[in-house]
């Protein structure tokens, strides 16, 4: 049975597992039992007790693809009885899922299989994924580091040079061309980069994807491996040279990781803005302050101080329609009835969504609530590859990260990307 019969009857997940395994016996993969699409698992249950402590892993057909990967959006649980293969399997009801799906075109119900799998009681979980357009990359999650004040547990690691990078570092050092230290992996990191490459050379995945690898450590053993986003060769380059030319008198942002990429005229959109958390909490308690106040002057009041243009209203609107009294999940909402509002005035395919971090601060994920702008720029790579990044970044057909936007919704901005690194430009 191939691996494409196979992720029907089996899911993703545990159809790959399934795969690494018969492929290679030697890679560490710990020992698990798959449960077909709509059977019971209690027919496995013998098998399952074998396992001794063990995960209850959701393993869709629909999940970890080429184009929908809903990373984050199911649950695992650890064994223990019944309950706990109910609580993966009723996570296809998650209405985050749900959305999820009916954004990238996928019927409800939802078809599951369960993945059953000795428990590694691993001391770190990591990742590994591949740079879509420059091979010898390779982005890593989760190195642990003694105090990660300013510091990213994420690295970026050349396999020419054999170096890796902080990945704030590498953003730098790619936008703005500064000198940053460089260090080298240690001895687990070796062992995983050359497990990923042991597996991404197996004949299943030379399908011109970049692939994306789970794992864990102490003891080391390998979790899941999917695709990321298609690989793609850049045909012309943001030269030193290029990028004078283009920015000129002009304001420009320098972004250093880039996926996705515009001709060398670049591409025109349209912003729209996603604010930094800690200025709304100031302007909520503001909001609250001024409840005497009538609503159109506690918008006016409002605009003045947060300095917003009349596009972003919204956010002010949805803000003063907060109970005083109220907190929480309320405001999530409230910002994220405000970006829907702004958005709906731009054609998706000319949008771009602006954000002074990785994640949308409040409410629902970036790439739940925005999933049809033509690009996203976030200033910084923090969780860099966690569930909702990686989501995120196979959602938009282009990306831009590590750079700090002053632009306001409404602005049109020029992007300039060649699949390495990005830049904007404030059209006049």
């Not at 999650?141 to 105090?147: A, F, L």
């Not at 230290?181 to 597996?199: G, M, N, Q």
């Not at 970044?393 to 901005?413: E, F, P």
């Amino acid at each position: 049975m191939s691996l494409d019969d196979d992720v029907q009857r089996f899911g993703a997940k545990g159809a790959v597992l399934k795969y690494l395994h018969e492929a290679d016996p030697s890679l560490p993969i710990l020992p698990f039992v798959l449960v077909p699409v709509d059977e019971r698992w209690t027919h496995h249950r013998r098998e399952i007790d074998a396992l001794g402590e063990c995960l209850v892993r959701s393993s869709s057909p629909v999940e970890d693809g080429k184009t929908a990967s809903f990373a984050g959006l199911f649950t695992t649980r650890p064994f223990r009885d019944e309950y706990s293969v109910h609580a993966v399997l009723g996570s296809r009801k998650n209405p985050d899922a749900l959305l999820y799906a009916r954004n990238h075109g996928i019927k409800a119900p939802l078809p599951m299989a369960l993945v059953f799998q000795q428990d590694s009681h691993a001391a770190w979980n990591w990742s590994i994924v591949r740079h879509p357009h420059k091979s010898n990359l390779l982005f890593i999650m989760g190195r642990p580091v003694p105090d990660t004040f300013g510091i990213s547990t994420d690295l970026v690691y050349d396999e020419r040079s054999g170096r890796a990078l902080d990945v704030h570092d590498y953003e730098m050092k790619m936008a703005y061309g500064s000198q940053r230290k460089h260090e080298p992996l240690d001895d687990t990191l070796k062992e995983a980069v050359a497990v990923f490459k042991r597996i991404e050379a197996l004949p299943a995945f030379q399908t011109g994807y970049a692939y994306h690898m789970e794992f864990g450590t102490n003891p080391f053993s390998i979790y899941q491996f999917r695709p990321f986003r298609k690989k793609q060769r850049p045909r012309w380059r943001l030269t030193k040279k290029r990028v004078e030319e283009i920015e000129g008198d002009r304001w420009a942002s320098n972004f250093g990781i880039c996926f996705g990429c515009t001709p060398p005229e670049g591409i025109e959109l349209t912003i729209v803005r996603g604010l930094n958390g800690d200025g709304l909490d100031k302007e909520i308690r503001l909001a609250r302050e001024l409840s005497a106040l009538p609503f159109s002057q506690r918008v006016v009041r409002l605009a003045e101080q947060w300095e917003l243009p009349p596009e972003e209203r919204p956010y002010l609107e949805e803000v003063l329609k907060i109970p005083r009294d109220v907190y929480g999940v309320v405001e999530s909402q409230a910002f994220e009835r405000a970006i829907l509002r702004i958005a709906e005035r731009y054609a998706p395919e000319e949008t771009c969504f602006a954000q002074e971090n990785c994640h949308f601060w409040y409410g629902k994920d970036v790439d739940l609530l925005l999933p049809r702008a033509r690009a996203w720029i976030a200033e910084n790579g923090g969780d860099f590859l966690s569930h909702r990044w990686f989501r995120a970044m196979q959602t938009y057909d282009l990306v831009l990260v590590g750079s700090i936007m002053g632009k306001r919704t409404g602005k049109r901005t020029r992007i300039y990307a060649d699949g390495i690194i990005g830049m904007t430009i404030d059209e006049k």
